[in-house]
């Protein structure tokens, strides 16, 4: 149980198109998602914590109008990197989070390599 | 602040010894931590967590951690290493006061298992 999946697994994108990536809880209903950024060779960033049906709230440094979270229902979160550009490569990871019972535990998707040209 | 710190980038160990991967945490009030791992191109795995209660912690793949009040350490061990360990290990830690259960991760540290 609490598997997590992002879709997709990787994107190759034009400098100044918008992409979307997907994550959702397959069987367990996630209040909470969190979406990360990792570069090469380094530790995972929190970007921003979403909560189902409300605005997500973004860590210091990281443009709301640039990563776009939606968190529509207790499965799905997506996530919008509008204006893509090169510097916005990187190795996006979300997670979700189970409410009670499982000390709010964190459960990680299997990351979207995205590479804007 | 709350912060994590993995001292060692890169940890080479022979396969069939026993490994340790450092971690120590600073937060206020008692800490919710975990080990995550990582290999090439994926997400992160849960490897295990304290939360309370023994200090030594079991978790998967034969992997323990021990958790050390004084020294505000949560170090990862393993009695045995195989060359299959080889991964990228994540501390984290949970301040269990906090408002949301944000998870601080440290660093990193690369373990590579020569066979």
């Known amino acids: 149980g609490a598997v997590v999946s992002q879709h997709p697994s990787w994107v190759i994108c034009k400098s100044g198109t918008s992409v979307k990536i997907e994550c959702r809880s397959l069987d367990f209903q996630a209040t909470t998602m969190f979406w990360y950024r990792q570069f090469p060779k380094q530790s995972l960033m929190l970007m921003a914590t979403?909560?189902?049906?409300?605005?997500?709230?973004?860590e210091q440094g990281v443009e709301k109008d640039k990563f776009l979270i939606n968190h529509a229902s207790l499965t799905l979160s997506t996530l919008t990197v509008t204006s893509a550009h090169p510097e916005d490569s990187s190795f996006y990871i979300c997670?979700?989070?189970?409410?009670?019972?499982?000390?709010?535990?964190?459960?990680f998707g299997p990351g979207t390599r995205l590479t804007v040209l | 602040a709350q912060s994590v710190a993995q001292p060692e980038d890169q940890v080479n160990v022979a396969e069939g010894n026993p490994l340790t991967v450092k971690c120590t945490y600073s937060?206020?009030?008692?800490?919710?931590l975990f080990w995550y791992v990582q290999y090439p191109n994926r997400g992160l795995q849960f490897l295990l967590k304290?939360?309370?209660?023994?200090?030594l912690v079991k978790g998967s793949y034969g992997f323990e951690a021990e958790f050390n009040k004084s020294q505000t350490s949560f170090h990862l061990k393993k009695p045995s290493a195989l060359v299959s360990d080889s991964a990228l290990y994540f501390c984290?830690?949970?301040?269990?006061?906090?408002?949301?259960?944000?998870?601080?991760f440290g660093t990193g540290t690369l373990l590579a298992v020569q066979p």
């Open positions: 997670s979700a989070s189970i409410t009670s019972g499982r000390a709010n535990e964190q459960f």
């Open positions: 304290y939360i309370t209660g023994d200090n």
């Open positions: 984290a830690v949970r301040d269990r006061g906090g408002a949301t259960n944000k998870l601080i």
């Open positions: 937060v206020s009030g008692n800490p919710y």
């Open positions: 979403s909560n189902e049906g409300s605005k997500a709230t973004y």
